[in-house]
């Protein structure tokens, strides 16, 4: 299986998860290309060192370069337990572009998630997962099998 995956995780809304993130998406990268992989780069400063190519762009150029990448991905993965208005956006222009979309949330955490992102859940090309980080090799590889198959069925 070799994708293009779009990986989402809070950087403005706040950094606490972001050792997560680079877990993730080392994981990820068993499954295809990772075109946001400086979402999960490890860092000491508050916006993040990794950010500093970030930092050159614009918001509009971010916003511009997100778009055309979202576009491009043939799944999106998004870690939503650390709330984030930039991954909800992008979580919901995927579900306009009727991207395959798998949400991870930590229950642990003791937050509730919105339910404008676990109401999306329809079991087939969007699921809305409660993980703890000791699932997370079978719930990739079960989501990406999903996505398989549903290119599979697309090409016919
Ligand atoms: O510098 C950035 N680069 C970038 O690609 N993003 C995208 C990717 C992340 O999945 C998401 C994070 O949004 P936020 O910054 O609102 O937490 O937005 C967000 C920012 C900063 O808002």
Known sequence: MKFEIYFCGSIRAGRQDAEIYRRIIS?????????TEFVGTNDDSKEGESHTKE???SDSEIHERDIRLLEQCEALVAEVT????????????AVVLKKPILCLFRPSCGK???ALIRGIHNEEDIIIKDYKESDLD?????FFE???????KNKK
């Open 27 to 35: 994981k990820l990268k068993k499954y295809g290309t990772v075109l």
């Open 55 to 57: 930092r050159e762009l």
């Open 82 to 93: 650390q709330p984030s208005l930039g991954v909800g956006y992008e979580v919901g222009r």
């Open 112 to 114: 509730i998630l919105s």
């Open 138 to 142: 079978d719930t990739l590889q079960e």
């Open 146 to 152: 999903k996505v398989q198959k549903m290119q599979e």
